[in-house]
T-cell receptor, first 115, second 113 residues
Framework: EAGVVQSPRYKIIEKKQPVAFWCNPI?????LYWYLQNLGQGPELLIR????????DSQLPKDRFSAERLKGVDSTLKIQPAELGDSAVYLC?????????????FGPGTRLTVT | GDSVTQMEGPVTLSEEAFLTINCTYT??????LFWYVQYPGEGLQLLLK?????DKGSNKGFEATYRKETTSFHLEKGSVQVSDSAVYFC????????????FGAGTRLFVKA
């Protein structure tokens, strides 16, 4: 069974440019998460989807970040415009539910460098 | 607020040494507790978990016991191997206000042959 797929793995852009990250969760997983991981820190939740509905986007900086999961399967996270402080690893994870018994499976992440 | 505090790394050990990585938490209610591991170039993966007080999670020789009285979930392994070199994250899952996972900053472990 394929794991969580993310692309690209690495992205380098200049500040003020837009960037998009794509995630394909494990087949059948209805819960999808986007996390931000700064160097030397643990992941911080940006947004959580239950199917196509964003049920927790309280930590998403909505002035420049947006996300969508139109058909409840794969998802895209966008930043426009990017700032220097957005340099980080963006992680996608999925689970078959949201309860304590439902393990989150993580993708390898996209490392973004904003110059 | 709710938070997880891990011992700072890096931790450097020789093969077959005993490992302890400390983790303490602050949370309202009764969270579930997890240890995730991230090997170089890979995504985080669940190592073990405990869902209530006094539960012991174990996997691949690693163990951690949910201690409500000390709000701790320390990770231990009796004899580490070079292949255990990775970053270890302690995390808690809150049920109040919707399910939310909070991660610690991670502890990097280096095991020397």
């Amino acid at each position: 069974e394929a794991g969580v797929v993310q692309s690209p793995r690495y992205k380098i852009i200049e500040k003020k440019q837009p960037v998009a990250f794509w995630c394909n969760p494990i087949s059948g997983h209805n819960t999808l998460y986007w996390y931000l991981q700064n160097l030397g820190q643990g992941p911080e939740l940006l947004i959580r989807y239950e199917n196509e509905e964003a049920v927790d986007d309280s930590q998403l900086p909505k002035d420049r970040f947006s996300a969508e999961r139109l058909k409840g399967v794969d998802s895209t996270l966008k930043i426009q415009p990017a700032e220097l402080g957005d340099s980080a690893v963006y992680l996608c994870a999925s689970s078959s539910g949201q309860g304590a018994q439902n393990e989150q499976y993580f993708g390898p992440g996209t490392r973004l460098t904003v110059t | 607020g709710d938070s997880v505090t891990q011992m700072e790394g890096p931790v450097t050990l020789s093969e077959e040494a005993f490992l302890t990585i400390n983790c303490t938490y602050t949370a309202t209610g009764y969270p579930s507790l997890f240890w995730y591991v991230q090997y170089p170039g890979e995504g985080l993966q669940l190592l073990l978990k405990a869902t209530k007080a006094d539960d012991k999670g174990s996997n691949k020789g690693f163990e951690a016991t949910y201690r409500k009285e000390t709000t701790s979930f320390h990770l231990e392994k009796g004899s580490v191997q070079v292949s255990d070199s990775a970053v270890y994250f302690c995390a808690l899952l809150l049920r109040t206000g919707g399910f939310k996972t909070i991660f610690g900053a991670g502890t990097r472990l280096f095991v020397k042959a």
